[in-house]
Structure formats: C-alpha cells, structure tokens
C-alpha cells in the first residue's frame, strides 16, 4: 500500500511539469521581501480555579488561569517571486510550549519553515515542503484572523500545523486541490518506531466572494509499528458571508482510529461546531459560538470516565479594533460535561466556566524592487 501512495505522488510530480521550457525571466526576476510580527498577550480567569497556572489538558491556547501570560508572539521572513517562495517564522508563547511539546529541543520555537516551486508555466501547481499551517480546519494558531478569541474544542484538538510536502493545484478561482505526504499527524520529527508516512488531502470550492466549502483529510497513525492503529480523519467545513454585516461558520470534524493493531473495529469521535459573527459597526464585532465534542473512548481527550469526553460549550466574544493592526477581545465561555471532568482544587466538576481578554498586534513590512 505504501508504495502505491509513492508510486502515484511521483507519477503526478512528473506529469506536472509542462513540456515546453519557462522563460528564464519568470525564476530570476526580483523577489518580493516581507517581514511580520504578531503579538497576542492574554488573562484568563478559571471560575474552577485549578491548582497549577495551567487549566485544562485539552486547551493549547489561552490556557494559563490568573496570570497575563504571551499566547503567542512570532516573527516571519517570507520571499516570494512568481515561481517560487520560501517562509521562516519563529515563534514563543504558552500555545508552543503547550503544542510543540513533544518536539525536540528548538523545534519548537519553529512556526513555519518551508519552500516552494511553481510545477507548471501559468503557476497553478505548486510543490511545497517544510514545516506548513494545517490542511485542516478554519481556525489558525493566531487568534486575529479567527471569529472568537478562544479556540473551538474541534480546533484545539486537531492539527494547527503539518510537516511534509503539499502538491497544491488551482485551476481556477473557485477550485483548489492538494494532496500530502506528511511526518505524522501535527508532527515536526516523526515519532519514534513509526516506518510509514501518513496522507492527507484537500478540496476547497469558493463558488462565490461570500461562500466557501472545504473538505480535508488524514490517513495515517500517531502510533509507533509495534502497536500501529489507523487514523482516519475528516474535516469539513463551510464560511458564509451573508449580509454585510453578518457572517456564519459552521464545521464538523468526524474521526475514526482502530481500537487496536490490525482491528476492524473502529473508534469514532466526532465534533459540529456553529460560529455567528456579527459587524456592530466599523470598529466593534461581537460573535457567538455553540459546540459539541464527543470522545467516548478518549482517543483525542482521555477522561478515565464512564462516558468519556463528552462536551457541550457555548461562548460569547466581543471585539475591539481601534485599526487593522491591534485587536482587543473578550470573552466568555461556559463548557457542561457529561461526566466531571473539569480539574478544580474541590474535585473535578461536569461543568465550566472562565473569562478571557486579549490585547493582539501584527505588523508587515513590504520591499519589493
């Protein structure tokens, strides 16, 4: 099976290619030089006030309880000419420490390393490889570009970044297309005893300005040989823009994972996610977001309890941006369990609730020649 996957990768590489040669000018022309930051400093209060400065296990951003704290702060160099294109991002904050913990030693302060070439001579297909932001999902690791401060639970535990090489194809404006090969799944260094690479893909359909459908995937293992268990992944969103004012989000991520090696049986988790943003006036928004996660088996969120995880939140954000540059957000999120689940210094409880701000900066600087 593997090499069938390698087989046609190459096969689609090689036949990607245009027959006829490029003009020389297109590769050695002048390239275009950015440089940007961004910066988002954080305070959380947790009304089940838990022990430790961090909250609860299945959060990686805005996860710190009582303290101001930096989510995250990075710096990006990024050079692009019209057939071809290179990033580096460094990156510090509790969201790396929490989500690159299992990577080695200054891997995690890498937020992107990658390069790409264009394959074809109106570049439309391209080949990247390196350290990428996830084929997965509609929300980023930085909090501006997302309707709500905190990160939906469906976010929190799926990939925010992939290490590989993506063959993106777009043949027009309303298509893009790309397959992966990939370390693993949200992995830089792939994981001890692990032989096989892991798949993914991605189909993206914008029929119109104002609405967008997108369908990713993995196939793959976040186990080592000896006790491999497939993964089998889908996420599927859709972005609505539907007055003016009014924008609707809405997702579903749906996971299968092999109760063991070689099993037939399959253990699911599942995840829909609402998220209604709404434009008050030029300077102020306010967005509302409903959620429901279900890991009975705690594939992602292991619980030790009768029911697993299983979870329903309902959260609340206003915003604030004086300009494009600087963001001041609220928020305020209510989480209800099945189970009590929740750590608090009274014993663990089914319910959650806390209180976040934000202040967040970003900034880019453009030479071009």
Known sequence: MKQIWWFGFLCLLFFSFEAKPQKADAWTGKPELTFSGFLD????YDFARPDG???QPFFYNHNR????????????????????????ALQSGTYP????????????????ANVGISLNANNSLWLDM???????GFESA???DNPTLTRSILA????????????GYQPNEKWYLAGLILNGWQRIQRLPGNSIPSFGSQVTFTPTEGMTFNWSTFVGTN???????????NNIFGKFQLSEKLALTAGFDLGLQQSQKGSSSLDPWFSPVVIAQYKIQPHWRTAIRAEFYQDRTGIMIPTETANGFQTLGISGTLDFLPTDAIMLRTEARWLNSQDRIFESPNGNTSTNFFVGVSLAARFNKTWAD
Do not use: C
């Open 97 to 112: 420490n929490d989500n690159y913990a299992d990577e080695p030693g200054l891997l995690k302060a890498v937020l992107e």
């Open 223 to 233: 186990d080592p040989d000896s006790t491999r268990r497939m993964r089998y992944f």
């Open 156 to 167: 929190e535990n799926s990939p925010y970044f992939m290490a590989g090489a993506k063959l």
């Open 53 to 55: 400065p961090s909250r």
């Open 142 to 144: 930085i909090s501006m």
């Open 41 to 44: 400093v954080f305070y959380v």
């Open 65 to 88: 309880h009582n303290e101001f704290n930096l989510n995250l702060g990075f710096i990006q160099w990024n050079v692009s000419n019209a057939k071809y294109r290179a990033n580096l």
């Open 130 to 136: 390196g350290i990428m932001p996830s084929h997965i």
